[in-house]
Each structure stands twice: as structure tokens, then as C-alpha cells.
């Protein structure tokens, strides 16, 4: 029985093996807006579900793709089912095994069946929406650098200082504001 998920709504879904008629767009919001950026390590609550939103602000503003932008908000969709784990967690599970990324790669092609949009790269904006958020929010003990594992790109830079900052929502909102964004792009549960 390790193997399933219950959702907010009910559902029992197996994270090996997902079935796509069971995704549910409530359910991704629901679970996206209780999960707290930075493990919780911030100075106000900041969502995943905000997260999502904040880089399809940044693919807009940067001139992307509406096909970007509608990935962009389904980007940590997964996470849903697999929680979000921080990077030095994420890079630690790595080392010991692929089992993590294998999932990960199985729910954003069955997210991505369900929802009819197709995965594209939004890494450069998640980010630099990593690097804003940490500036805005917290936590302060490490360089960008260590954040995110490698140096910094002068690119990602220039976007970082070229950013609007974050505001968190107010708590109760998130769901609310993800599906309205979701149904922005044409996203509908």
C-alpha cells in the first residue's frame, strides 16, 4: 500500500503507475497551496502553488511562449503527490538513487496527458523565481551560488535583478488563485 497517495478530495492514487483521469486540478492546488517554499524556512508563508504562478510572471515578462507559460504553472504539479524537497535534499536522493526523478518524469507526462499541454523547458525561470523568492523571503545563510548548486549565470542574474518582488498570498487563497491563473491559460479541471 506504499505505493498510493490519498488526496484532498478522496482519491487514492498509485505514484508508480497514476491514472490520468484521476488527476485532478483541485487536488494539485489544494496540495500546492499547503506546501511552503524553502521546507518552511522563510519569513512568511510562500506557497508552491504561488511559485508556480511567480514563473509563469517571469515567462511572460521575458517573452515566452503561452505554451511555456501554461508549463510553467504545471511545472511542480508533480510534487503534489511527491512533495516538494528542497534541492540539497533533491541532489542527496540523487546520489542514492534515480527513483525520485523516474517519478517525477511518470506524473509530469500523465500531468501533461491530462491537462493537454505539452512539457517545455522553464528551468532558466524557476530559477531565477528560486533566487527572487529567496531575496524576498528568505532564508539569508547561503550565496545564490550555494542555493542552487552551481554559479549563478550572468543571464540568470540580470533576470533576478530585473524582477518584481513577492508578496505572499494571503493564506486561504492559494488554491483559489492557482485555478484562476490555470483557467487564465486555458487550463481547466
Known amino acids: 500500500m506504499l505505493d498510493y497517495r490519498l488526496t484532498h478530495s478522496g482519491k487514492t492514487l498509485n505514484l508508480r503507475a497514476p491514472a490520468i483521469d484521476d488527476i485532478d486540478l483541485h487536488d494539485i492546488a489544494h496540495h500546492l497551496g499547503q506546501m511552503c517554499r524553502f521546507g518552511g524556512a522563510c519569513n512568511q508563508f510562500f506557497s508552491v502553488a504561488q511559485h508556480c504562478v511567480h514563473v509563469v510572471h517571469l515567462v511572460a515578462q521575458c517573452g ?5 507559460m501554461r508549463w510553467a504553472i504545471l511545472h511542480d504539479a508533480a510534487e503534489y503527490m511527491l512533495e ?19 517519478l517525477s518524469r511518470v506524473w509530469d507526462n500523465a500531468i501533461s496527458a491530462r491537462f493537454g499541454v505539452p512539457i517545455c523547458n522553464v528551468t532558466l525561470w524557476d530559477t531565477v523565481a528560486l533566487l527572487v523568492e529567496r531575496r524576498w523571503l528568505g532564508p539569508h545563510g547561503n550565496t ?19 524582477a518584481f518582488g513577492v508578496i505572499p498570498w494571503s493564506r486561504g487563497t492559494e488554491a483559489n488563485h492557482f485555478i484562476d491563473h490555470c483557467s ?4 481547466y479541471p
Open 64 to 68: 515566452g511562449s503561452r505554451e511555456q
Open 84 to 102: 516538494d524537497i528542497g534541492t540539497p535534499v533533491k541532489a542527496l536522493i540523487r546520489e542514492a538513487s534515480p527513483v525520485y526523478d523516474d
Open 144 to 162: 545564490d551560488d550555494e542555493l542552487i548548486g552551481r554559479p549563478v549565470t550572468p543571464e540568470e542574474r540580470s533576470m533576478v535583478d530585473a
Open 184 to 187: 487564465r491559460l486555458g487550463i
